[in-house]
């Protein structure tokens, strides 16, 4: 089974803004979804040269000199019961390996100790600026990928939020920025949104497991549009956290976190996302 699903997410900033808004979001984000031995472990965080990443996009051009993360996810309770059900102790565990060339990443998910290759996600972001999420085909992907891409477009202010999700501080309907003066955000926001960008998130899932395919389908097309929704809502709403940081002041956040999120796992409760 092979799954291509195009996320197309509007957002009332700019493409500058928005490396930075990502970076503090998910470091901040991290921090919510650990504790109690499940979570985010960091193993690496450096920069990285197009040569040691060697690794091209679909129109052949190399991927660029940028920022290495590698990840480990914990996840146990995170992850639907049918899989806890199937997976033998100590496998519920995902590695995230990340390849930032801003504007464009790669994200690789793989479970290298229990379906090694039988699975992967793949998240290929680009992030244009003074866009509504109207480009045919940004990825440049050929035709046979394209024919089976779908679009799914996400509108942070409208689009339905879950009870165990919704915060009302994190609602851009009702949020405003004091230091931008942006938001809250009306249900037509995007006619007079300035600056605006659009982040294009092409999500690629290889899975073998064929009794288990339709779950999983439903399952990965559910939980990433669940993430990329609250996620940037988030990113809106904590538009006064972030505005103003250089990325010295990122780097700095993410070496913190690591530490934070280490102590976390170890004497914290299991907190965060569930899967439904």
């Not at 097309?221 to 990122?250: A, P």
Request: proline share 4%.
């Amino acid at each position: 089974m092979v799954l291509i699903k195009e996320f197309r997410i509007v957002l009332p900033m700019t493409v500058e803004e928005y490396q930075v808004a990502q970076l503090y979001s998910v470091a901040e984000a991290s921090k919510n979804e650990t504790g109690g031995g499940e979570g985010i472990e960091v193993i690496h965080n450096e920069p990285y040269t197009q040569e040691e990443c060697g690794q091209s996009m679909y129109d052949g051009t190399q991927i660029k000199d940028g920022q290495y993360t590698h990840k480990i996810f914990h996840l146990a309770s995170k992850v639907p019961a049918f899989i806890r059900w199937l997976a033998p102790k100590g496998s519920l565990e995902v590695h995230e390996k990340a390849w930032n060339a801003y504007p464009f990443c790669r994200t690789v998910v793989t479970n290298p100790d229990y379906m090694r290759e039988n699975f992967e996600i793949k998240i290929e972001s680009w992030h244009i600026a003074d866009d509504m999420g109207e480009l045919e085909n940004v990825h440049k992907l050929p035709p046979e990928l394209l024919a089976k891409r779908e679009v799914i477009r996400i509108d942070i202010a409208n689009d339905p939020v879950g009870n165990k999700d919704y915060k009302r501080e994190e609602d851009p309907k009702l949020f405003h920025s004091e230091k931008t003066g942006r938001g809250p955000l009306t249900n037509d926001w995007k006619k007079a949104a300035r600056p605006v960008m659009c982040a294009y998130k092409l999500v690629t899932v290889q899975f073998k497991w064929f009794l288990l395919q339709g779950r999983v389908e439903k399952f990965i097309q559910n939980g990433e549009r669940r993430i990329f929704t609250n996620f940037h809502r988030q990113v809106f709403c904590w538009i006064d956290k972030w505005y103003g940081l250089s990325m010295k002041d990122i780097r700095d956040i993410e070496d913190k976190t690591k530490h934070e999120l280490d102590k976390k796992r170890q004497d914290g409760e299991v907190c965060g996302t569930t899967a439904d």
